[in-house]
């Protein structure tokens, strides 16, 4: 009768997500989790949002967005068809697939925080039913899926591929890109069972313009931190390159464009200041702790880190260099940091190496300020803490720093102006194409 019941669980669900019927539960409306959920409600779902900010969804549902890059208008089209936030978890009794976008950063001894993880999955729990399907999308370790989340729905009496189905499959968002979207980015797709990954692709086939299937949940884990690694790796090596070539007088972005005209076998990747954003600084440490239960150590991995880790206090050292050179100390000097987002043309301060630099900087005596039309106002951080607001680029504004330090190279800057009034400029991307008296690469 068991085995009865699981086959019409599944075609249940599998029926009511191809006809759009089922109702999607997405739990943690960030980066991740808002553009999913507008999304499915764009694909004719009825999408409830659970987040445990209450500000958040109380602006989500009169139609605001707090996210850059996402309008007011997608809002209101989202909730037009239905979408609707709460922070009531009671309410994901409703829900017929429960999607987990939560963050999943690391500890002060860089060890895997899966707390917002199971701390979600526990708040979960008393309101699982079979009939769901559950998605774990925030990036983990290979093992959190069936380590940590099977043991807590079997705890309440479901059987995983039988009543209740688990997936992991891991989220892919590029904030600020504008050649993709969630609908047109391929979902990896990984199953606790076969019945699961039946389930899982059901779940985002109908949001989601290619789904690729793979073996199990360990197999997408991993599949999402390779991807992160293998550009954390590459940023390391090129950063490697970066102080060989500054040794030589050598122009680093200039042979990186020169390398990408070969048409094969080579893939650009830039130098900068540091590695922010929620995945790339973070990821490859969730592989190196679990590989250590294995009795693996990962060099490549870990060696590549330090050299990122250390890219703040290079470029620390090439301003405090450029400041002497002009007989002056980083103490009482006046910096104004443009750029404090992680990466161009977005809000999303991350892991910002932005924020190292300036907290580097203030601690050997400088004067800090930022100018980001991005970040008006310095937002508050886990870590950080800065009483600031963007400073206009002005020429005026530009001339009384002694040092301008360029760590996020924003399209909306006036790069001209800039060059144009500023004593020294120190440009970690590479924009300054030219050699000019008052620009030092770093």
């Not at 959190?144 to 591929?161: F, Q």
């Not at 500054?246 to 200039?254: A, L, N, P, Q």
Request: charged share 20%; with cysteine.
């Amino acid at each position: 009768m068991r085995d009865q019941h699981s086959s019409r669980h599944l075609a249940r669900l599998i029926d009511k997500l191809d006809r759009r019927s089922a109702v999607i539960g997405i739990i943690g409306l960030g980066y991740v989790g808002l553009p999913l959920s507008l999304r499915y409600a764009e694909a004719g779902f009825r999408v409830l949002g659970i987040d445990i900010d209450p500000a958040k969804v109380a602006r989500l549902n009169a139609g605001a967005s707090y996210i850059e890059h996402i309008s007011t208008t997608a809002i209101g089209a989202a909730l037009a068809a239905g979408f609707e936030a709460t922070s009531d978890f009671a309410r994901a009794a409703e829900a017929d697939a429960l999607i987990i976008c939560v963050p999943t950063p690391l500890n002060a001894y860089r060890e895997p925080d899966l707390s917002f993880v199971l701390a979600t999955a526990d708040a979960l729990l008393p309101y699982l039913r079979a009939g769901q399907v559950v998605s774990l999308e925030s990036t983990t370790y290979p093992g959190t899926t069936d380590e940590e989340l099977r043991p807590r729905l079997a705890s309440r009496g479901l059987a995983v591929g039988e009543d209740i189905f688990l997936v992991f499959s891991p989220e892919r968002e590029d904030p600020g890109n504008p050649d993709y979207e969630t609908r047109t980015i391929p979902k990896v797709c990984g199953g606790d069972t076969p019945a699961c990954l039946r389930a899982g692709i059901a779940l985002y086939s109908p949001a989601i313009d290619q789904v690729v299937p793979v073996s199990s949940t360990r197999a997408a884990e991993l599949t999402k931190l390779l991807e992160n690694i293998h550009r954390a790796v590459n940023i390391g090596l090129v950063n490697e390159m970066k102080i060989i070539a500054d040794k030589m007088e050598i122009d680093i972005h200039e042979v990186i464009r020169a390398a990408a005209t070969k048409p094969f076998g080579f893939t650009p990747y830039y130098p900068g200041p540091g590695l922010g954003g929620h995945c790339i600084p973070i990821d490859p440490f969730y592989l190196t702790w679990k590989a250590r239960q294995y009795g693996l150590h990962t060099r490549f991995i870990e060696l590549a880190g330090e050299i990122n880790s250390d890219m703040p206090h290079w470029v620390i050292g090439k301003l405090a260099d450029a400041l002497n050179e002009r007989s002056r100390a980083i103490r009482g000097s006046r910096v104004l940091v443009l750029g404090i987002a992680y990466k161009k043309n977005v809000e999303d301060m991350r892991e910002s190496p932005s924020v190292e630099l300036m907290e580097i900087l203030r601690a050997k005596g400088a004067v800090v300020d930022y100018s980001d039309p991005h970040v008006p106002v310095f937002p508050p951080m886990r870590e950080h803490h800065f009483d600031l607001a963007s400073v206009p680029l002005t020429a005026a504004a530009i001339a009384s720093y002694d040092v301008l330090l360029l760590a996020t190279s924003h399209s909306a800057f006036d790069y001209a102006l800039i060059q144009q009034h500023a004593t020294l400029i120190i440009d970690t991307r590479g924009v300054y194409l030219d050699r000019l008296p008052n620009v030092v690469k770093a």
